[in-house]
């Protein structure tokens, strides 16, 4: 970049850390998570490659305590394959000699033999509260191996500090301080799966499906697959359900079936309590149903399938990030620095101290003892809450009587008319997870007191005049759906402005909510620049980003990517196996993405790609010949298998064929390549369970800004909002789902391309190639900061809440 200053003096690259000399040992201790092997991976590559020597240590902590064979030094290539397998590789095991004095002298001597002073530790509350504790006696228990002649005094001066960074790996999802915890979103996969399945049967039959999901202290599990498949009601550890839920649980479910519902789904964690602390358990529900009811029920335990399985795509990219991570906090830690576990908050990597991390944990635990249970839920941090929150906002359908029925004043002692008219449309191309946020979006309108109107067809439906009203029961198990149920098109309003306005007057709209793509973002732009012209137009708008490219400025991630990143892992993994067998083998795959490196790189990194063509980062002949020359390497070694990702757009002389051509005839006789494009796959099948939960609650969030905008510009019996903070772009940035005016957001997009100027994810892209072992630069800027946890939060403003 021509002219730019030089940002380099305040840029801290990691190059300048050096591993060498330094010994890092890597465990998973507790239960298993899908994604702990991703972590192993990520540690033990970007250990070798800053000079460290890593080791794993087998079986946990007993394999610490018992050392010999246990301790095994790790290569680059002892981690191949790993990354698409569930559990850990490296076993697990509950130990309780760890818990003995003996058993952590003895465990320490085993370090010490080999150097070890580094410890990366993957597991839960207990396995991390385990490392703490030896840490604060290392010094004492080297002392104690002099006396006993164990070993001598220079062992025990080079080996005087012992550092240790944990990761959180449990499908509970029960620690504080982490949005998410490796292996969460993995089990949501699992149970959504099952869900799903047991939606087809239970709608065939008109049953009702009692799920009891895993979950003894944290109702995480329970809470989200119960959003994101909109079960009738869940029972949750945190919040116990008022005294008497018994009658009003059997009301709500007959209420659902004499609206036409054929099925009723309830969701139990396994902890799941009533207020005077009692069990609730899957059976007992059953049996209230059948005997208050009579309707047939059935009850299904998900036990030990939720660990199971292959990790999902944010897992791997999760562990992978944390891994990478935790080796840097290793290199950047002195003799006084606490033991931290590194995290996710929002979509950032974060180091927190352990043990204030571990504390918060407990106090959940102590409030719920105490029976002080919205404590617990605050306690249990943003995420829960808003969970828990959009939940109660969507679980109940309110009676028609208790409706708003329009007369409330409004602030300066208008009579306010609450039954606003809001119109709800899909733009652009479809992407899974739109259904789970129109649902959302007609729900909650409906419970604020509006009417709800659906748009066919996105814009060209719109100035067609294919709208109609949308009722609560109309989108009834929409959030399992993929692509769009409202149906979409790429038609961009421009055009047919004098029609739409002509529309919104005849069907008196008063607001709109656009959920869609890159043309959705540029036809909220083209409606509020034309508001000078017709005045119909002067209405709060707000646009929620759902695409799979994920590709809109302003927001870090859109409904539907995480689906299409799924797909792409779970193409790559079959891709890698049928190599691994034919042996010498490059695949090119081709990703969607239009100019977006987003799926390619992502996907390549959850993937185990060893390059990634992408438009942003430009590239030429040369880079090809040294790609092909990394491959011909790696074919000498014991992986004998290649894999390539291509952006659909990353060059137009450089097509997949081209490389395709490149690949085979530079790699004549070392390799032979294989083309593979993945086409519209990427778009379809059921929305992941993460685009089911962001779709729903960001419509949710959305449509609550929309009932806000709309009270404060009703003026003189009319709605009028023409100031440019009345249409809006609901996006996730770093920590937070923020709302930004889209004239504001225009400088940030490059409208030839149709991505952002700026995207975070680049910064993934080092990631990757270390992974993949090449030599780069990698900005460790961002990271390196302990910070705190926090407890005590002020009211949140409208700028609000991670996922």
Not at 202 to 219: I, K, P, W
Not at 348 to 359: D, G, N, S
């Amino acid at each position: 970049m021509a002219g730019a200053p030089k940002r380099q003096d305040t840029r801290k690259f990691f190059e300048n850390l050096s591993g060498a000399g330094k010994c890092i040992a890597v465990l998973t201790s507790g239960g298993d998570a899908q994604g702990m092997n991703a972590a192993v991976r990520a540690v033990v590559r970007m250990g070798i490659y800053v000079g460290a020597k890593v080791y794993f240590i087998h079986e946990g902590y007993q394999g610490m305590v018992d050392g010999g064979d246990n301790i095994k030094e790790a290569t680059w290539e002892s981690v191949s394959s790993m990354l698409q397998v569930g559990g850990t590789v490296i076993g697990s095991a509950r130990c309780k000699e760890f818990r003995t004095h003996e058993g952590r002298l003895k465990a320490a001597h085993n370090l010490v033999q080999r150097s070890i002073t580094n410890l990366c530790v993957i597991g839960g509350d207990g396995s991390l509260t385990g490392a703490n504790l030896f840490r604060e006696e290392w010094s004492g228990l080297l002392t104690e191996l002099q006396q006993q002649g164990l070993i001598d005094e220079e062992a025990a001066q080079k080996n005087s500090a012992l550092h240790i960074v944990g990761m959180v790996g449990s499908i509970d999802n029960d620690f504080c301080g982490t949005d998410m915890t490796i292996g969460t979103d993995s089990a949501l996969h699992r149970i959504i799966e099952v869900v799903d399945a047991i939606m087809t049967t239970a709608q065939s039959h008109q049953r009702t499906f009692v799920l009891e999901v895993m979950g003894r202290h944290c109702g995480y599990l329970a809470l989200v697959s119960a959003l994101a498949c909109g079960a009738d009601w869940v029972f949750i550890p945190e919040m116990p359900p008022e005294d008497g839920w018994e009658d009003s649980m059997c009301q709500k479910l007959s209420e659902s079936r004499s609206r036409g519902s054929r099925l009723n789904i309830i969701i139990v964690a396994e902890g799941a309590i009533d207020r005077q602390g009692q069990p609730i358990t899957s059976d007992f529900v059953k049996d209230l149903v059948v005997r208050c009811l009579g309707f047939d029920t059935r009850v299904t335990i998900l036990g030990h399938v939720q660990r199971g399985g292959t990790p999902s795509a944010f897992d791997r990219i999760l562990a992978s990030r944390m891994g990478v991570e935790a080796v840097l906090a290793l290199l950047e830690a002195s003799a006084n620095t606490p033991a931290c576990v590194v995290s996710l908050v929002g979509n950032q990597a974060v180091r927190l101290p352990l043990m204030e991390c571990v504390q918060m944990t407990q106090e959940v635990q102590k409030a719920m003892d105490e029976k002080k249970f919205e404590e617990a839920v605050r306690l249990r941090g943003r995420s829960f809450e808003n969970n828990l929150s959009t939940y109660r906002l969507l679980s109940y359908r309110k009676a028609d009587s208790e409706l708003p029925n329009g007369e409330e004043e409004a602030g300066d002692g208008q009579q306010l008319n609450s039954s606003f008219n809001v119109a709800v449309l899909n733009v652009g191309a479809p992407a899974a997870g739109m259904n789970a946020a129109v649902r959302s979006a007609v729900r909650v309108g409906i419970t604020e007191g509006h009417k709800m109107f659906a748009v066919n067809d996105g814009f060209e439906g719109f100035y067609k005049g294919q709208i109609k009203e949308i009722k609560w029961g109309d989108v009834g198990g929409w959030t399992g759906q993929g692509g769009s149920l409202l149906g979409t098109k790429r038609t961009l309003p421009g055009k047919h402005l004098d029609k739409i306005a002509e529309q919104i007057r005849i069907h008196n709209i008063n607001a709109l909510l656009v959920i869609g793509g890159f043309e959705a973002y540029v036809g909220l732009l083209e409606l509020s620049a034309a508001r000078d012209k017709y005045t119909e137009l002067c209405v709060p708008m707000v646009m929620v980003p759902a695409t799979v490219s994920n590709n809109i400025p302003g927001s870090d991630l859109s409904i539907g990517s995480d689906t299409a990143l799924n797909a792409i892992t779970d193409t790559c993994d079959r891709i890698k196996q049928s190599a691994s067998g034919t042996k010498r083998r490059v695949f090119i795959i081709e990703t969607m993405g239009g100019y977006c490196g987003y799926l390619a790189t992502v996907g390549g990194l959850a993937a185990g790609a060893d390059t990634v063509y992408i438009y942003e980062e430009a590239f030429d002949i040369r880079d090809l010949q040294a790609n092909v020359e990394h491959l011909t390497q790696k074919m000498k070694t014991s992986i004998q298998r290649g894999l390539v990702l291509r952006n659909e757009n990353c060059n137009e002389n450089f097509t997949t064929d081209f490389i395709y051509q490149l690949y085979s005839e530079e790699g004549r006789g070392t390799f032979d390549c294989r083309k593979n494009i993945l086409g519209h796959m990427q778009q379809g099948g059921a929305p992941s369970p993460f685009d089911r939960n962001f779709g729903t609650k960001v419509a949710a969030k959305a449509m609550q800004w929309i009932t806000r905008t709309l009270k404060d510009s009703y003026k003189g019996g009319r709605v009028f909002a023409n100031s440019e903070d009345t249409a809006c772009l609901l996006g996730m940035r770093r920590r937070a789902l923020v709302f930004q005016p889209v004239s504001q957001l225009r400088d940030e997009t490059d409208f030839v391309h149709r991505i952002p100027k700026e995207q975070w994810w680049l910064k993934l892209r080092p990631l990757m190639k270390i992974l993949a072992k090449y030599k780069t630069s990698y900005d460790v800027s961002d990271s390196g900061q302990l910070e705190h946890v926090t407890r005590f939060r002020a009211k949140e403003s409208n700028t609000t809440a991670t996922i």
